[in-house]
């Protein structure tokens, strides 16, 4: 799977919703999984591989020192049509990065926890609460849904000095698009 830099309009669209919960998501899916650990991601949503659909797949990869196995399945989740109901607790900055934005990495405010509503790959809707790591790749991924990108968020200064990098990458993503543009199907 191709991953869509800033600059491709797909990740500038909002997202449809999932209606159908069948095997052709299931292997869309698998495949995501597979891309986000080959370029050692912790969150992939549908839009950057060129599919304008409302879910996402993380992995926060959250308490080291367990055995391996538990820790993959600790934060590993497939978030299809997902919803924050509410935001928890206070603001806190701290440093992102996007598989859309190679090599750029700021702080980023965000709220520490989140109570959400998504469904599984089943269709199931379930609704937790999610704090810390969690919480804020949760909140990176819905703003993908929304055409939202966490350079969006930066404060003015920041994103002036990112400006002639930023810019590059968007021609790159354009270029790329235009090259890929067929392949969207969704
Ligand atoms: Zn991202």
């Known amino acids: 799977m191709e991953v869509r830099l800033i600059g491709d309009p797909v990740l500038r669209k909002r997202a449809k919703k999932v209606e159908s919960f069948d095997e052709n998501l ?24 060129g599919i304008s659909l409302r879910f996402f797949i993380m992995d926060s990869r ?13 934060g590993k989740k497939v978030v299809i049509n997902p919803e ?20 750029i990495f700021e702080d980023v405010v965000r709220a520490e926890g989140v109570k959400v509503r998504y469904q599984d790959l089943s269709g199931e809707v379930i609704e937790e609460e999610l704090h810390g790591y969690q919480a804020r790749i949760f909140q990176h991924e819905t703003d993908h849904l929304e055409g939202i990108l966490f350079t969006d968020k930066l404060p003015i200064v920041k994103k002036a000095r990112l400006k002639k990098d930023l810019n590059k990458l968007i021609e790159k993503g354009k ?12």
């Open 26 to 49: 299931k292997d869309i899916v698998d495949e995501m999984f597979s891309t986000m650990y080959l370029y050692d991601g912790v969150g992939l949503a549908a839009p950057q591989v």
């Open 62 to 74: 959250e308490n080291e020192g367990n055995s391996l196995t538990a820790n993959k399945e600790k």
């Open 84 to 103: 924050i109901i509410e935001f928890l607790g206070e603001e806190i900055s701290s440093e992102e990065g996007c598989l859309s934005i190679p090599d």
């Open 175 to 186: 270029n790329r698009a235009l090259e890929l543009g067929d392949k969207v199907k969704l």
